[in-house]
């Protein structure tokens, strides 16, 4: 039976919906490949995720033993967490609510041969 070995990021001041548009891309990569397509693309989000990832390898190594070079990205999915809720004054004394999400990020790596 493969273990997985997993890393989980919560209450992560980020949209979960421009998070997943991200964790899609590299869902089902390599490490290695998923590691340069957050190295390279231009999104926030791109640098937490990639400290996830280096995460999630670091416990395949340390617990499991697993070589970084041999897995890949078996789960990644973000769920929404507590939104902070703000007000923003507007015309004639009325308070507009903001709502500034936050989200969990969670990545699980799979060992192949």
């Known amino acids: 039976m493969q273990k997985e070995a997993y890393a989980k990021s919560e209450y992560l001041r980020l949209s979960p919906h421009k998070v997943r548009r991200i964790l899609d891309q590299i869902r089902g990569k390599k ?10 693309m231009p999104y926030r989000p791109c640098k937490i995720i990639k400290k996830i990832l280096e995460s999630a390898a670091a416990n395949a190594k340390n617990n499991y033993g697993y070589n970084k070079n041999n897995l890949i990205v078996n789960q990644a999915f973000a769920n929404s967490g507590p939104a902070l809720k703000r007000f923003q004054p507007r015309a004639q004394g009325r308070a507009f609510r903001i709502h500034k999400p936050t989200c969990h990020i969670t990545l699980t790596v799979k060992f192949i041969t």
């Open 31 to 40: 490490y290695q490949e998923a590691l340069m397509l957050l190295e390279f």
